[in-house]
């Protein structure tokens, strides 16, 4: 089985992640972590000193390192399928779900952890809904593309295990 969680952040990619890969037992990454982990430094400090470009260059490379095991369940970054046909690699390598709440969900998830998302934290609560509203519009083509979407606020483990 292989598994890659979309959404934008806030959406609950990382603990959906968990529980499911513990429930299915497979093997589970956190594709931020993973990138964190390999280059020594925070993503945030990725962007700063050797810009997008190169992240995203990373995060596709080990994507797609990855996704050479027999089963796995990753959790993509928000932008992940956005960039260098990431989209096209993962619904061609396994089952792409969608995992995406309102907006309103997302965004009372983010107030709650502002500080630790750099995308995000210098941003007021007033511009918040703006600002997810805007990525979300950008992003909509690419996670269009999910092989399956999961639109509710009040997921369980059960709206994944009754239809996968």
């Known amino acids: 089985?292989?598994?890659?969680?979309?959404?934008?952040?806030?959406?609950g990619k990382s603990y959906w992640?968990?529980?499911?890969?513990?429930?299915?037992?497979?093997?589970?990454?956190?594709?931020?972590?993973?990138?964190?982990?390999?280059?020594?430094?925070?993503?945030?400090?990725?962007?700063?000193?050797?810009?997008?470009?190169?992240?995203?260059e990373k995060e596709s490379q080990l994507l797609r390192e990855l996704s050479q095991q027999e089963n796995?369940?990753?959790?993509?970054?928000?932008?992940?399928?956005?960039?260098?046909?990431?989209?096209?690699?993962?619904?061609?390598?396994?089952?792409?779900?969608?995992?995406?709440?309102?907006v309103e969900a997302m965004v009372e998830r983010l107030q709650r952890k502002k500080s630790k998302r750099p995308l995000i934290a210098g941003l007021e609560d007033e511009d918040l809904i703006g600002f997810v509203e805007k990525k979300m519009a950008e992003r909509l083509p690419f996670y269009q593309q999910s092989k399956h979407i999961i639109t509710s606020d009040n997921i369980s483990l059960d709206t994944f295990t009754q239809n996968f």
């Open 17 to 56: 992640g968990k529980q499911l890969a513990d429930h299915w037992q497979l093997p589970y990454y956190d594709l931020d972590e993973v990138i964190v982990e390999a280059e020594e430094m925070a993503i945030a400090d990725i962007f700063s000193s050797k810009g997008e470009d190169y992240f995203r």
């Open 72 to 102: 796995f369940l990753i959790s993509c970054g928000g932008g992940t399928p956005c960039f260098q046909e990431n989209m096209d690699f993962m619904n061609d390598h396994g089952t792409t779900i969608w995992i995406n709440p309102s």
């Open 1 to 11: 089985m292989k598994i890659y969680l979309l959404g934008f952040m806030g959406a």
